[in-house]
């Protein structure tokens, strides 16, 4: 999968090698985390890294990323941006980091880097969906500039905020 850069950040696809695999167990298994998804994976890391490889696969456009610093160390975390479930096309950013990344900026650095790139291919509009309560990440919403559009379960069986980002005009 295509590689983005930023200043701080590299963003590449995550792999089934052993270190990914633990990097995803470890962060997909901490309850601060979960307790804003909803729940664990119900599927095994390399089953997850499968799926994302999938989302890809059927539109390059998509991706789930592992947001790695460019100074070296173990993946802050994971980006992605993939349709909303039960959605008319709907395409969502989202970003789940490791508590050891937290409060560096790099979940909006990162959700940056995918938006530009989303946008310079041909996205209209870009989608977040935070659980009531997170307000890392509603902060990240907001400093991403995306609109807020209130409570919604249209996606998700759970209610969620929802946020709209719309390309920036030519």
Not at 20 to 40: H, I, Q, S
Not at 60 to 87: F, M, Q, S, Y
Not at 95 to 117: F, I, K, M, N
Request: with cysteine.
């Amino acid at each position: 999968m295509e590689l983005l850069c930023t200043a701080r950040l590299r963003l590449r696809a995550w792999t089934t090698v052993d270190a990914d695999l633990a990097r995803l167990a470890d962060l997909y298994g901490r309850d601060e985390v979960t307790r804003w998804l909803g729940g664990p994976p119900t599927v095994s890391m390399r089953e997850l890294v499968e799926r994302w490889q999938r989302v890809h696969a059927l539109d390059p456009r998509h991706g789930c990323w592992a947001i790695e610093p460019v100074d070296g160390g173990r993946p802050a975390g994971t980006v992605l941006l993939k349709p909303l479930p039960n959605g008319v096309g709907e395409v969502e950013v989202g970003w789940h980091l490791h508590p050891d990344s937290w409060g560096r900026g790099y979940a909006t650095e990162a959700a940056r880097a995918v938006l530009d790139r989303a946008f310079g291919e041909g996205l209209v509009e870009v989608y977040a969906v935070v659980r009531p309560g997170n307000e890392p990440s509603l902060a990240v919403c907001r400093r991403l500039g995306m609109e807020p559009l209130g409570r919604t379960r249209r996606w998700y069986d759970t209610e969620l905020e929802a946020f709209r980002l719309s390309a920036p005009a030519d």
